[in-house]
C-alpha cells in the first residue's frame, strides 16, 4: 500500500488519456476510421498484449487455466466498452478534446458508479444508506458539472462563427456531439464490469508469479480484444461505404501509421498505469475509478486550451466552462466519499 505513489500512477494515466488524440489531429489525407482503426490495432491488440508479455510470467498459460466464464465474460463486456471507445472517439471529433472529454467523461463516472449496483441488485443502498446517498449527490453533482459545460458549448456555439469554431475544431458539431458523447460514456462504463469479470484472470496471474502491480495486465489482453471487435467491424464497414480502403496505400502512409500507432500507444498508457495505481490505493482503492476520471477531465481541458479550442470565446463562456470542470472535479471527490464510507473498517 503506498496511496502517494498510486495517485501519482493514477495522475499519469490521465495524462495519457487526455492526451493520446493529439498524434491523431496531425494526421494527414485519411479518413477518420482509418486513422482510428490503426490506433486501435496499437491501442487494444498490440499493446496490451506487450504490456502483459513482458509483466506477466507464463502468460498463455494464464489465460488458458482461467475459468471459460471468465474469458468470456471479460471479452464481451470489453466489446460493449469498444463501442464507447468508438462513438468517443467520435466526441473528440465532433466537441475537441475539452468539451468531449468533459462530457463523455461526465456520464462514464456517473454511469460507472451506478449501474454496477443495479446489475448486482444492491442498489437498494443507494437509496438506504448514508454512503449510497452520498453516491448519488455525486451523480447529481456530475450532471449539474455537465450541464454547465455544455451551456458553455452552446454559449461558444452562439458567440463565434463556424468558421472560427472550424479552425480549432474541423468538425465541431453540437448537437450530434452532445448525443455521441453521451452514449460513449455510458457504454465506456463496461470495462469496470470487464475488469471485475476478470478477477479470476487477475488472481491467475499472481498465483503464476505476476507481481500484485501488473495483475491486470493478462485482463487487458481480453477486454481490450473485445473492443477491438467492435471497432474493427464497424471501421472496416466505413471503409467499404466511403471508399476509404485506399487510405491505407495512399497519402503520407508511413507517417500516417506512425502517428495512428502512437496515438493508440499513448491511449493504453492510461490503463497501464491505472491497472498499476489501484493495486497501490490499498484502502482508499475505491477511489481509484474517480481520481482517474478527475485527472483526465484536467489534462484534457488543459490541452483544449493548448489548442485554442475556445480562442475568442466571451469570458461568460469560459466562466460556464471552469466552473462545469470544478463542478466534474468535485462531483469525483463526492463519489469517491461515498466509496469510503461504504468501504469495510
Not at 506477466?56 to 464507447?84: C, E, H, M, Q
Not at 443502498?125 to 458539472?145: H, M, P, R, W
Request: charged share 10%; glycine share 12%.
Amino acid at each position: 500500500m503506498n496511496p502517494l505513489l498510486g495517485v501519482l500512477l493514477h495522475a499519469i494515466g490521465g495524462l495519457a488519456a487526455g492526451s493520446f488524440y493529439i498524434p491523431l489531429r496531425k494526421v494527414k489525407e485519411w479518413s477518420w476510421e482509418s486513422y482510428w482503426l490503426i490506433q486501435g490495432l496499437a491501442a487494444w491488440i498490440i499493446m496490451p498484449t506487450v504490456g502483459a508479455w513482458f509483466t506477466t510470467p507464463k502468460l498463455w498459460d494464464v489465460l488458458a487455466a482461467s475459468p471459460p466464464n471468465a474469458r468470456l465474460w471479460t471479452y464481451i463486456f470489453g466489446a460493449l466498452w469498444g463501442i464507447g471507445g468508438l462513438t468517443f472517439g467520435l466526441s473528440m471529433r465532433y466537441l475537441g478534446l475539452s468539451l468531449g472529454y468533459s462530457v463523455a467523461l461526465g456520464f462514464c463516472a456517473a454511469f460507472g458508479t451506478l449501474i454496477p449496483p443495479i446489475f448486482t441488485g444492491s442498489a437498494e443502498s443507494l437509496f438506504t444508506t448514508a454512503s449510497g446517498l452520498t453516491v448519488l449527490g455525486g451523480v447529481a453533482v456530475c450532471l449539474i458539472g455537465i450541464t454547465t459545460c455544455g451551456y458553455a458549448g452552446v454559449l461558444k456555439e452562439r458567440e463565434l462563427s463556424q468558421e472560427q469554431i472550424r479552425e480549432a475544431i474541423k468538425e465541431f458539431a453540437l448537437g450530434k456531439g452532445f448525443a455521441v458523447a453521451i452514449f460513449a460514456g455510458i457504454m465506456s462504463a463496461c470495462m469496470a464490469f470487464a475488469i471485475v469479470a476478470g478477477k479470476p484472470i487477475a488472481a491467475a496471474a499472481v498465483a503464476a508469479g505476476t507481481p500484485t502491480i501488473y495483475q491486470n495486465n493478462p485482463v487487458f489482453i481480453l477486454a481490450m480484444a473485445g473492443g477491438f471487435s467492435t471497432n474493427l467491424v464497424w471501421c472496416l464497414y466505413l471503409n467499404v461505404r466511403n471508399g476509404s480502403l485506399r487510405d491505407y496505400i495512399s497519402g503520407p502512409v508511413i507517417v500516417n501509421f506512425l502517428l495512428s500507432a502512437a496515438g493508440g500507444a499513448i491511449w493504453y498508457a492510461q490503463f497501464f498505469f491505472y491497472g498499476m495505481g489501484t493495486t497501490r490505493m490499498g484502502k482508499y482503492d475505491f477511489a481509484s475509478w474517480t481520481i482517474h476520471m478527475a485527472f483526465i477531465i484536467v489534462f484534457s481541458n488543459l490541452w483544449g486550451v493548448w489548442f485554442h479550442e475556445w480562442r475568442g470565446a466571451g469570458r461568460k463562456t469560459i466562466r460556464f466552462l471552469v466552473t462545469g470542470i470544478v463542478v466534474l472535479v468535485l462531483s469525483t471527490v463526492v463519489v469517491g466519499v461515498g466509496n469510503y464510507l461504504a468501504a469495510p473498517k
